[in-house]
């Protein structure tokens, strides 16, 4: 019988209008309205039935939904052997990725009925993620509240090729649930974990406000802040990350650098990560405040401008060394970068480790003609305003030696003014000469007059001419 049912299900799979015929058939009952799958039930093992429903429900026309009605109508719990094929490895990852579905488009009901069926809600499907993780992600508050009332592990963390300590607080934070991230948080959720999440961040190992800036949900990130969660320096490489400007303005007034890099994965400044993800804005934000980014190399020399031709090539075309890149955008975002780029002062004659520049590695001419032509008219303005600059530094320098001369100078004759001051001798004061002797001077003078006086009188009496001397007389 189930080798029939197969064998139906299978034929023409994928003709809609026959699949719809046998969707019909298997949900048309008889007078007391049992489907066939309650005949197959009564002739064959209950394990058998429940095998068939899982492997082909997704395979042709089962949806979630159906193959829990399908389960409904079997009355599969009062079957003892139910208990056992839950327990079966195999079969529990198949439950758990009903369930995690159900939880995730919000079906509370499915889940309750899972719930009757025996099956444990911390059950997880193949990529280790409970019906909480599912609920976290899609921001179903009534499933999640559900959840967590049943007594689920509200920090169950699971580990696969992907993820590793990735928890249901960490998957609401991603999805920017704030509703569900308080619900975790008043059950005492953990945040102080790190985690990793590879097909998304990589190789890196992410706190709660890294996820929260990659996120780009500012307020979440304000709230974790606020609760005390520690601002590591990684927080703004995730916030370039995530492109938005608003929460790398916020962290830069936390205290954080632009220049910090993702230590993790290949040392990836913040504007490689920009770039790596075509975010234009952040980018521009970030090359002309920081400047010094736009020329720094990762750990395989690659500068933003060889990740702008990472970024523009398919995956399949990309660059072997380009290992961690894993974007592709559009010529316009990546036109958008590289003239962000080259206005800021990136060099297009810098290799990686490879000897290969950005235009070796670029698979579109166009962009490869674009960046050339960007980078000379760039290269001749800058020139230009190099040379306008050497001649203000050089009119600066001559300003600066004649300040200095006219310094020096004015020093020096300060320095000679102050030692003739110090060097200078004062004349002791001369004494008045005394009374007496002004006064018998000039009695010594009036006795000579007065003696000259009588004897002119005396010799003029004899009359006897008085001398003439001729010389003196020619003279006058």
């Not at 488009?105 to 909480?132: A, M």
């Not at 008043?186 to 945040?191: D, G, N, T």
Request: hydrophobic share 40%; with cysteine; glycine share 4%.
């Amino acid at each position: 019988m189930l080798s029939w049912i197969k064998n139906l299900i299978n034929k023409d799979a994928n003709n809609t209008e026959k699949e719809e015929s046998y969707k019909r058939m298997f949900m048309f009952g008889d007078n007391n309205g049992a489907i066939p799958l309650h005949y197959v039930a009564h002739h064959s093992n209950i394990v058998a039935i429940l095998d068939k429903i899982f492997y082909e429900a997704d395979e042709v026309f089962f949806s979630c939904e159906e193959l829990c009605e399908r389960l409904k109508t079997l009355n599969l719990t009062s079957n003892v052997l139910l208990k056992e094929w839950i327990e079966q490895k195999e079969n529990k990852k198949m439950i758990g990725k009903a369930i995690t579905s159900c939880a995730l488009v919000g079906r509370l009901e499915y889940v309750q009925f899972f719930e009757s069926l025996g099956v444990d809600l911390n059950i997880h499907n193949d990529q280790d993620e409970t019906p909480l993780h599912a609920a976290a992600a899609g921001g179903q508050i009534e499933v999640a509240d559900y959840l967590l009332n049943s007594g689920v592990n509200v920090n169950y963390s699971h580990f696969s090729n992907q993820s590793q300590n990735w928890t249901p607080l960490f998957e609401a934070v991603l999805h920017d649930k704030r509703p569900i991230v308080e619900l975790l948080l008043s059950s005492r959720a953990e945040y102080s974990k790190r985690c990793k999440k590879k097909s998304r961040f990589g190789l890196s190992q992410l706190n709660m406000n890294d996820v929260a800036a990659a996120s780009g949900n500012v307020s979440l990130l304000q709230l974790f802040v606020k609760m005390g969660v520690p601002i590591e320096k990684t927080a703004i490489y995730w916030g370039c990350y995530g492109g938005n400007v608003s929460i790398i303005m916020f962290l830069l007034e936390k205290g954080l650098l632009l220049r910090e890099r993702n230590l993790y994965d290949f040392s990836k400044t913040t504007l490689h990560a920009s770039c790596e993800r075509g975010c234009t804005i952040a980018t521009e934000f970030i090359a002309s405040k920081a400047p010094r980014l736009v020329n720094v190399a990762d750990k395989n020399g690659n500068t933003p401008l060889h990740y702008c031709a990472f970024i523009s090539a398919p995956p399949s075309k990309r660059a072997a060394n380009a290992t961690g890149v894993k974007y592709s955008h559009s010529e316009n975002v990546v036109q958008t970068l590289i003239d962000s780029l080259i206005r800021n002062g990136a060099d297009i004659t810098i290799k990686n480790n490879d000897g290969k520049l950005a235009l070796d590695l670029f698979e579109s001419t166009s962009l490869a003609t674009f960046l050339e032509d960007k980078y000379d008219a760039t290269f001749n303005t800058q020139r230009q305003l190099l040379f306008e600059v050497k001649e203000l530094q050089d009119r600066l320098a001559k300003l600066e030696d004649l300040v200095i001369k006219q310094n020096t100078t004015i020093q020096n004759q300060a320095a000679t003014i102050e030692d003739m001051k110090n060097n200078m001798v004062v004349a002791p004061p001369v004494s008045p000469p005394k009374l007496y002797k002004q006064v018998k001077f000039a009695d010594n003078i009036a006795q000579i007059v007065e003696y000259e006086v009588l004897e002119s009188e005396s010799s003029s009496e004899d009359g006897d001419p008085p001398d003439v001397d001729d010389d003196e007389d020619e003279d006058y």
